[in-house]
């Protein structure tokens, strides 16, 4: 009685067996095999130090309801009597790039034949799944379209209990009636499942797209994840929607030209013409793909995503200019009420400047002169302001007085009225705090200046990494605080104007603060996108090694087209390496290109060792006990490292034992992964 085997795995061959077949084991093909078994079970990867099956529930991420668990628990416990499944269920907020690998991983905490594990990224947003040979596809299948169905509205704990119920058996009544309608008739349950597919490939779409259209239209790294049917469509709407705004920009252009001017309305033409040119260039790249003159999937998807993303700006950036004026607009409509409130608010700073005068004199009879420097012309400075602003609302009442249409300047009339006002608040204040800024000054003014320095030398320490922020912002922020710690620094030696040297330092810091905070969170997503590009970079690379090693080991029959994936796969590969020190946005689009092409030379490689298995029928038909069921024992051994879930012979058969047959046939049951993104 032989085995029944697969054309791709080998388990379980007796040393009689394969004598017997003519087949001998040489140490080269013995170490071909533990070769790439090594280097597929490198390639799988993942971090995953902080998560242990240590229950058949593991919420590492903390999104399960606490009420929840018993039941949910409870579930899985129950799913090993009705059908013999091992669950466990893994919510962690780690990233992933190959949630399946991570599932790999962990089922090697248990790796008993009934064990399915399935894991639940938070932040990365997918899902990844891995069960022994006694565990059915179909029941894999179910128990992750239960949990993605909850997933997609961010239902964690519906989507556990979904799961739990699925291994439970606890099948909803809409499983219970396709399920049923499959036992009547098989042709019937074959319509139903491929409906079901098309059904559920359809409603991911559908809420990919959705997903996508509210992603900011600089974020290529996102639409490079997606699907290429989703990127067809939201290209589609991209042209749409800029034609659309373009059309109403330029019934925005003309009424705004005729209400403001063209000087006013500039910035606004030019946003039109470059969303007009860069429509233009979107319609010859589309026609490119529809025509068919770009007809590789890897450049088609990049055509795409630049429609998308061109447009996407274009759009963002015209949409912005004509909020601009409909604001502008709005102040128009309010201009009599804002005119009336500025007129009030110059009364109540007049009221003010005596008595700012007052306080001064009166500090003066307590202080050092030298020390009020800073502020001694400020009543005068006020007072100046508030003429200039008396003025300009004197402007803006005698263009009120004009009909709609010839009231373009009033707008920068009410505009230089607030901007006085607001100066000359802001002089008096300083008067009537000078006292308590002048204890503060005192009192904190040295740590302080500590507190710059080591900002600037933050700050420097920014400007030499490869983070991308405003660095011309940042250098004059640099300059700036140096200025104001010079100041200081002379005002604390010589005790004169402590006043002025703090203000000037103060605002120094707080520049400096909004450009620090803008580059740490620039080098802070440097380093996590540096982090995965690592991570996707080093899979792909030992990937690329698999399928290079068994083109070295079967080089004769290797085709044309798998090498060229595989060179294709060498050169993004090379490409991320090259951009991931200054670029990560463009490192990890080339690494996820380098993965693409991998797993593409891997399908042909494979493809290739079957076509030339069936070309020659090696050891098929008669034999002893009808021989094995097609392929050679080393083809069956580098396949086996090369695409098996775990490594090396891992992953079971279709089947199982059978009398007499000879063959392996291909059942549901046979252990396996999967992976899906909500």
Known sequence: MLPKTSGWRITRVSLAGAMGAGLLLSPAILWADAHLASVQAQAQGVTVERLQLSSRLVDQAGVIDGSAKSDIEAALREGVQKNKTKLYLVYTDQQSNNPTRVAQQLRAQDSSANTMVMVISTTSRNVGMDWGERVSRSLAGEIRDAAVAKLTNDDWTGSAQAAANKVAGRASTESKVWMGAGATAVVGGLGGAVWWSRRNRRKTESQQLEAARTIDPDDVDYYAQQPTSVLRTLAADELQSTDESIRKGAQELQVATDEFGPERTRDLARALEHSRST????????????????????????????????????????????????????????????????????????????????????????????????????????????????????????????????????????????????????????????????????????????????????????????????????????????????????????????????????????????????????????????AIVGRMVDNAALQLQSVEDVINNRGSIISVESRSAANAARQYLAEAQQARATNPKSAMSAAQQASSWAERATQLVREDIDRFNNRNNFYGGGGYGRGYGGGDILTGMLLGSLFSGGGGFGGGFGGGWNDGDGGFGGGDFGGGSDSASF
């Open 279 to 530: 429509l233009t260039r979107a319609f010859e790249l589309e026609h490119q793909v529809r025509s068919g003159v770009v007809m590789q999937e890897d450049q088609v998807r990049s055509i795409l995503i630049e429609v998308i993303s061109s447009c996407g700006k274009a759009d963002k950036n015209l949409n912005a200019k004509t909020a601009e004026f409909n604001n502008l607009r709005q102040e128009l409509i309010n201009a009599p009420e804002r005119v009336e409130e500025l007129r009030r608010r110059t009364i109540e700073l007049r009221g003010r400047i005596p008595r700012a005068r007052n306080k001064l004199t009166e500090l003066h009879s307590r202080l050092d002169a030298n020390l009020l420097v800073s502020v001694q012309n400020n009543p005068d400075v006020a007072e100046e302001e508030i003429n200039e602003a008396d003025k300009a609302l004197d402007r803006a009442n005698e263009l009120l007085k004009r009909p709609a249409g010839e009231q373009g300047g009033l707008i920068d009339v009410i505009g230089g009225a607030r901007m006085a006002i607001n100066q000359a608040d802001s002089q008096l204040t300083a008067v009537e705090r000078a006292e308590e800024q002048l204890r503060q000054a005192h009192n904190n003014l040295t740590s302080l200046m500590s507190e710059v320095e080591g900002e600037i030398a933050e700050a420097e320490r920014l400007l030499q990494g490869p983070a991308s922020f405003d660095r011309t912002a940042m250098e004059q922020a640099i300059s700036n605080a140096r200025l104001a710690l010079q100041q200081s620094n002379e005002a604390r030696t010589s005790n004169t104007d402590l006043l002025g040297a703090y203000n000037t330092l103060l605002h120094a810091d707080a520049e400096l603060d909004d450009c620090l905070d803008s580059a740490r969170g620039a080098e802070s997503d440097f380093r996590r996108s540096d």
